[in-house]
């Protein structure tokens, strides 16, 4: 009696594993059988976390090919709302002048945060002078009225030296110089125009490195992949200097220059399966992927909020 028992038991052991065994396999026969192409454009500050998720959903699914294109938060806004992609990446929320566009493409969308990101204010490494600016002296610097009233270090702090500053920054199409120029100059206000601008992050970093009286800034984890080509000057809001660091922004301690990031799903979530499993998958892998391209992950709540906001979308 006692050996039936224990050679039934055995059966259904083994029974749950073959079962376990069939669906792991169903799953990954599943994600090998999709196929198709998924657009995705947008942020430069997204690009790094959208591609590394990319990269991973290529070996899960061969036959998908996902390419990311870099065109600026505004530009991926557009070919997004013309329906030229499935995914917008984007460093700021949609604005209504280009919701109205989505709108009248009869394009439905969603808003999903992926990570947190710091915009990093640079300076050249032989710079010994700046050991941190306010947020009021960022201000004095980028506001459109300093154009033709600010020109040297020396008008931003006594005792720093009479060179002029040269400044870089992301172009007016990118999502991170909108929430700075908000953030910083004021909303609606916009920045001075004189500045090196460029929707391509490297071409940035490569202006400061190589220029002493260059001052600049862009996401943290460009910052981090060239740190040591350039000096990291920490912001003061009026509670002392902060850097920004993945303690200090998923605080919000360094403040006014952390923010969340994005990336917007069209309506071709719901109709295409590819579409639908690459965001499925980018939700439920950020977390162990967004760290390592140098960005801050949101919380286990906080992905799981966002995976149940695309699961009611795609109903």
């Given at each position: ?6 050679l ?99 394009i ?32 004095k ?18 005792g ?31 920045t ?24 600049g ?99």
């Amino acid at each position: 009696m006692i050996k039936q028992k224990i050679l039934n038991f055995k059966i259904v052991i083994l029974s749950l594993i073959l079962i376990g065994c069939s669906s792991n396999s169903n799953n990954t026969n599943n994600s090998s059988a999709l196929s198709g192409d998924i657009k995705i454009d947008g942020s430069s500050t997204v690009y790094p976390v959208t591609e590394a998720v990319a990269e991973e959903f290529r070996v899960v699914a061969p036959n998908v090919r996902v390419t990311v294109g870099v065109s600026g938060t505004g530009g991926g806004f557009q070919k997004f709302s013309r329906g030229e992609t499935n995914i917008s990446n984007a460093s700021r929320p949609i604005k209504d002048k280009e919701a109205k566009v989505c709108d009248e493409n009869n394009i439905s969308y969603l808003e999903l945060s992926v990570a947190y990101d710091g915009l990093a204010v640079i300076i050249n490494p032989e710079n010994d002078w700046v050991d941190y600016l306010t947020v009021d002296e960022l201000s004095k610097i980028w506001h459109p009225d300093a154009q033709n009233n600010i020109k040297y270090w020396s008008q931003i702090r006594e005792g720093w030296p009479n060179e002029e500053i040269h400044l870089f920054g992301p172009g007016t199409a990118s999502g991170t110089y909108d929430y700075f120029a908000e953030v910083i100059c004021g909303k609606k206000v916009g920045t001075r125009g004189d500045y090196t601008a460029s929707e391509d992050d490297h071409v940035l970093v490569q202006g400061v490195a190589t220029d002493k009286y260059g001052l600049g800034f862009f996401g943290l984890a460009y910052y981090e992949e060239n740190k040591e080509k350039l000096k990291l000057v920490g912001v003061d809001n009026g509670s002392g200097s902060v850097l920004p660091s993945m303690q200090t922004v998923s605080s919000r301690t360094y403040a006014p220059l952390s923010r969340p990031i994005f990336i917007y799903a069209n309506n071709s979530a719901k109709e295409r399966e590819e579409v639908k499993e690459f965001i499925s998958f980018y939700l439920k892998n950020a977390k162990n992927l967004v760290a390592d391209v140098g960005y801050i992950p949101l919380t286990d709540e906080e992905y799981g909020f966002e995976i149940e906001k695309f699961n009611e979308f795609i109903k």
